[in-house]
């Protein structure tokens, strides 16, 4: 039996820590629970949104009129296997990370400190420093909700792109399946370990925030344009342009979720006049 929880708080389930309430909010923890949510949602009519650990989310001030399923319970366990490994959806990214580093398993170290689940980074095909999910990935066993099947995708068929991946859509994943390619550990380790320096040096941890707000325009940076727009350090109530990195817009404390709307919509028409580019936000925005 699924339990529905009314009027919870998006806040304490987004990393940007802003949100009103969702009319009802579902953790499920098996398939099963999963799928007899996105029924009953459909049963009552109800729009309803997908999260995993809500890294790359922004939701309004006022809240979600529906249903908002959150994954990150289900399926929370790690298979290491002979010529695979494979990971719940609900695992976070950097403990797969962490587990593989530790085995030795080589694929996974460039990922260390993005932020979010496992199911959460296939399904936008999260990478950093030249390795995309779309590497290491085998295939992935989805819940196809237009067809209300369980099925299992292959690399190929997930046709991925730039943090995309569209044969994913209307689909919610359960587990995925990667390679397992030997690695040594001390050497694993040195390359996570100080990707997760670069990472403290260079951006704003100690805030809260979804990580990058914009997708990199093609032969160009969006924290390079943001700058150079002389935008670091721009604030609207309590969200700001971060001084550490410009494509960060980070939550002081007390931001609202129109707070960082309106430095969104703020940057994209300072950049797009001064350079003619028109910032993509990464970070999905739900209304």
């Not at 990393?15 to 009319?23: E, L």
């Not at 993005?114 to 295939?139: C, Q, R, T």
């Not at 980070?250 to 703020?266: E, P, Q, R, T, W």
Request: hydrophobic share 40%; net charge neutral.
């Amino acid at each position: 039996m699924i339990r529905i929880i009314e009027n919870e708080p998006l806040s304490k389930h987004t990393t940007y820590r802003v949100g009103g309430p969702a009319k009802y909010f579902i953790m499920p923890v098996t398939n099963d629970e999963l799928i007899e949510t996105i029924s009953w949602a459909k049963s009552k009519k109800l729009s309803y949104e997908i999260i995993g650990f809500g890294s790359n989310v922004l939701f309004m001030d006022e809240g979600f009129e529906g249903v908002v399923v959150s994954t990150a319970l289900l399926n929370r366990w790690i298979l290491d296997k002979k010529e695979f490994l494979v990971a719940g959806c609900g695992v976070g990214l950097m403990e797969l990370v962490e587990f593989a580093v530790h085995k030795g398993i080589a694929g996974f170290e460039k990922l260390a400190g993005i932020p979010g689940s496992v199911g959460g980074a296939v399904k936008m095909n999260a990478g950093a420093f030249g390795i995309e999910m779309k590497d290491i990935l085998v295939d992935c066993l989805v819940y196809d909700i237009d067809k209300n099947d369980v099925e299992v995708i292959k690399n190929e068929d997930c046709v991925f792109s730039y943090r995309k991946a569209k044969g994913l859509e209307n689909k919610i994943i359960l587990s995925a399946r990667f390679l397992r390619k030997r690695g040594e550990i001390k050497e694993l380790e040195k390359i996570k370990n100080d990707i997760l320096v670069r990472r403290e040096d260079k951006q704003p941890l100690e805030f809260a925030s979804c990580g990058s707000v914009f997708k990199r325009p093609t032969g160009d940076y969006a924290g390079r344009l943001i700058e150079e727009a002389g935008l670091k350090g721009f604030s609207i109530g309590g969200a700001k342009v971060s001084e550490k990195h410009a494509n960060f817009i980070v939550n002081c404390g007390d931001a609202k979720s129109k707070d960082i709307l309106a430095i969104i919509d703020h940057v994209q028409s300072t950049v797009y006049k001064k350079f003619g580019i028109l910032l993509e936000p990464e970070v999905k925005i739900i209304k």
